[in-house]
């Protein structure tokens, strides 16, 4: 069972930076494809960004195409999420996990559990 940390999140204007990281025990994340999601109050957990197993295929929302870039180091078992130009709507609790099938962009699609997640709060 893998487990995942998610780490990085804080307080930012708008127009700012941050990069958020996940780190994995128990399981390999090379073994999976992974990705990003986010949750606000009273919303769905919604997809974020994707990436494949080898890092060679990326996949974004639309809403943050051109300033989210999602990395991964298979080698120290861990993913990044390199948030850049963010946005008040941006605001919200991010969590990492391993996918189970490429394509699947909805939180159903995910292998094992959640982490805890890490707060973003981008003001304006």
């Known amino acids: 069972q893998v487990q995942l940390v998610e780490s990085g999140g804080g307080l930012v204007q708008a127009g700012g930076s941050l990069r958020l990281s996940c780190a994995a025990s128990g399981r390999t994340l090379s073994s999976s494809a992974m990705g990003w999601f986010r949750q606000t109050p009273g919303k769905e957990r919604e997809f974020v960004a994707a990436?494949?197993?080898?890092?060679?295929?990326?996949h974004y929302v639309d809403s943050v195409k051109g300033r989210f870039t999602i990395f991964r180091d298979n080698d120290k078992n861990t993913m990044d999420l390199q948030m850049n130009s963010l946005k008040p709507e941006d605001t919200a609790v991010y969590y990492c996990?391993?996918?189970?099938?490429?394509?699947?962009?909805?939180?159903?699609?995910?292998?094992?559990?959640w982490g805890q997640g890490t707060q973003v709060t981008v003001s304006s």
């Open positions: 990436i494949s197993r080898s890092g060679s295929l990326e």
């Open positions: 996990a391993a996918l189970r099938d490429w394509g699947i962009w909805r939180k159903e699609n995910i292998f094992g559990s």
